[in-house]
Every structure is written in C-alpha cells, then in structure tokens.
C-alpha cells in the first residue's frame, strides 16, 4: 500500500503596507513556487521567532525596509499540492528604508479597485476580498 507523503506545513506571515488608499503588492519571481504570482511581503517564521518578528526580518530581507508591526488584518489557511499554509497578515508602516526588489521581480502600490488587474497566489484571495469590502464601504 502506498503511504501519502505529509504535507509540509507552514506559519506564514505578510505585511499589509498602506500608503494613503494603496497598498504594497509584489511580484514572485521566475523559478520559485507560484512564479510570477503577486502577493503581499513576508515568508515564513522561523523556529524561536513571534510572527512580529518573522515580518521584520522578512520585510528587511526582501524589500529592504525596516516595519512597524500592527494589528492583524485577517488570517486564512490555504492548501497548495506542496505545502499547507497558515497565513496572517498584519497591518504595517514603513519605519524606515526606501521598498526596494531584492527577492521579487516587481512590486506596485495598488488601489483596491485595481485587485482585478493582478493575478494573486490563492492564498491571498480571501484577504484581496475583504480589502475590496473594506474599501467599497468607505
């Protein structure tokens, strides 16, 4: 009998990065899973990291950008054929840094109006859905 390999599971965390109405959107690059894929800043924590910390250091590694870590915005689950995630995203500013492509291929300050536009991973779709809510409520 065949045994079905276990997932990989993952504690992710992305940074929701406003400016005004738009928001920071950025762009998987060729070669990595779910190339070519937008989505928010952020990556996996690490063993002995809080998830505050985990953004920290994923926004400095990828962007180049230190954050201030705030509330969080909406967590999902999501299972892709490879891994089964667990992602929160937290609201966050720019303490200090200028957002530079140091991982991604691409990145783009959106407005919620402009979500249909991108092709997101699926995992963020539920977090692109309240955004869009959010936004047709004010």
Same mark, same amino acid.
């Given at each position: 009998?065949?045994?079905?390999?276990?997932?990989?599971? &993952?504690? %992710? %965390?992305?940074?929701?990065?406003?400016?005004?109405?738009?928001?920071? *959107?950025?762009?998987?690059?060729?070669?990595? &899973?779910?190339?070519?894929? =937008?989505?928010?800043?952020?990556?996996? %924590?690490?063993?002995?990291?809080?998830?505050?910390?985990?953004?920290?250091?994923?926004?400095?590694?990828?962007?180049? *950008?230190?954050?201030?870590?705030?509330?969080?915005?909406?967590?999902?689950?999501?299972?892709?054929?490879?891994?089964?995630?667990?992602?929160?995203?937290?609201?966050?500013? *720019?303490?200090?840094?200028?957002?530079?492509?140091?991982?991604?291929?691409?990145?783009? =300050?959106?407005?919620?109006?402009? *979500?249909?536009?991108?092709?997101?991973?699926?995992?963020? %779709?539920?977090?692109?859905?309240?955004?869009?809510?959010?936004?047709?409520?004010?």
């Amino acid at each position: 009998m065949m045994q079905l390999k276990k997932k990989d599971r &993952a504690e %992710v %965390v992305a940074a929701l990065i406003r400016d005004g109405e738009r928001f920071l *959107i950025c762009r998987r690059p060729e070669g990595k &899973a779910r190339a070519l894929l =937008w989505e928010f800043v952020g990556g996996k %924590v690490e063993p002995g990291e809080t998830k505050e910390q985990a953004l920290v250091r994923e926004c400095r590694e990828e962007l180049g *950008i230190t954050v201030s870590v705030g509330d969080v915005y909406f967590e999902t689950e999501h299972e892709y054929p490879d891994l089964r995630v667990r992602l929160t995203l937290f609201e966050a500013s *720019i303490r200090s840094g200028t957002p530079r492509l140091l991982e991604h291929c691409e990145m783009k =300050w959106i407005l919620p109006s402009e *979500i249909p536009e991108y092709v997101f991973c699926p995992a963020d %779709v539920p977090i692109l859905e309240r955004l869009a809510a959010d936004n047709a409520q004010t």
